[in-house]
């Protein structure tokens, strides 16, 4: 009995292991909204670090979190450093490209909760009198712990609504102006 339960254990382990190691290598999550202002206004609130603190949502779970900024003020080469509460956690973002009312390309090197280095890039289409703000993060699992983490929280779930939230956030900011 005791041999049988050992070896659907062993099963059970075995097959883990293998659903894990099955699951992609990549993430990518992705959010859209159309904002009632002209490209270069919606740029500018997110091609400069410091404007962040208005409608970044992780600015509002933690408004006491350390922020250093280090480089130009803006554009490419600007640097935003955090470490907050366990909802913010610590990590770093370099402005890595940044093309005038188009794109604005950050690295984003995490330190807590979990180490690891993603990629965010914000889009801006103008639509008329509108501008079609797309913000997408992408980044890879290449280790088992998280591939196993992601297994059981999905990066899409996880950070899609917090995405949508900053769109909402960014939009009154850009319109209000």
Known sequence: MLRKILIALALVVVGFIVVVALQPSEFRISRSATISAPP??????????????????WAKLDPAAKAEFEGPPVGNGAVFRWAGNDQVGEGQMTLIESRQSDLVRIKLDFVKPMAGTSFTEFTFRPQGDQTAVTWVMSGRNDNFLAKAVCLFMNPDKMLGGTFEQGLANLKAVAEAR
């Open 40 to 57: 270069p206004q919606v740029f500018a609130q997110v091609n400069d670090f410091r404007k962040w603190q208005a409608w970044s949502p």
